[in-house]
Structures are given as structure tokens and as C-alpha cells.
């Protein structure tokens, strides 16, 4: 994703995590033009997801949630979370 329209933005090689607020993360994927597309740990909470290495130009970073019965809402605000190499942004 173009960083002009990106909600996260992050230096190559950045390792960071991003979290949610609501809903169940139960599959992510960093995909990127150049390179195959990589399954993503997701932690134990469900809520928060480990990139490792962010590759060098656009990226995407895919998160497959489910929201379960009466869970508020149908929106969930994604964030960086601990950021452990590199620089990392939410806009």
C-alpha cells in the first residue's frame, strides 16, 4: 500500500507487532509485490500480530477477524504495538 495511504508505516527491516481493540484475529499474511506471501504469527490474545521483518517498498498486512455475538460493533482500531527494530508509525 502507497505510504500516502497507509495506516502503518515502517522503516525496512522493522520487527513490531499490531494490536487490536476488538474482534479475533485468526489469520495474517505480509504481503508484498516482490516477495511470496508470508503467514504472520498471531499471539495468544488473538489480538495482536508479530511482523517480523518488514520487506523494503509497499507491503500490505492482511488480518482475517471474526467478531463473535454481541461484541461492540463491527469496527476495530488497529495500532502498533511494541516496536522492537526500526521505526514504526500509525497514521
Not at 479475533?24 to 506471501?37: C, D, G, T
Not at 517480523?52 to 492482511?62: C, E, M, N, Q, Y
Not at 488480518?63 to 495500532?79: C, E, I
Request: glycine residues 8%; hydrophobic residues 40%; contains cysteine.
Amino acid at each position: 500500500m502507497p505510504e500516502n495511504t497507509a495506516n502503518i508505516v515502517g522503516t525496512t527491516h522493522a520487527s513490531f507487532t499490531i494490536v487490536i481493540d476488538c474482534s479475533q484475529i485468526v489469520a495474517a499474511f505480509l504481503e508484498s509485490p516482490s516477495q511470496p506471501k508470508v503467514e504472520l504469527e498471531v499471539e495468544e490474545s488473538g489480538r495482536e500480530v508479530k511482523v517480523a521483518d518488514l520487506p523494503k517498498g509497499d507491503s500490505t498486512v492482511r488480518l482475517d477477524m471474526v467478531w463473535a455475538p454481541g461484541d461492540a460493533g463491527a469496527m476495530a482500531t488497529v495500532d502498533v504495538g511494541n516496536v522492537a527494530n526500526g521505526t514504526v508509525n500509525a497514521k
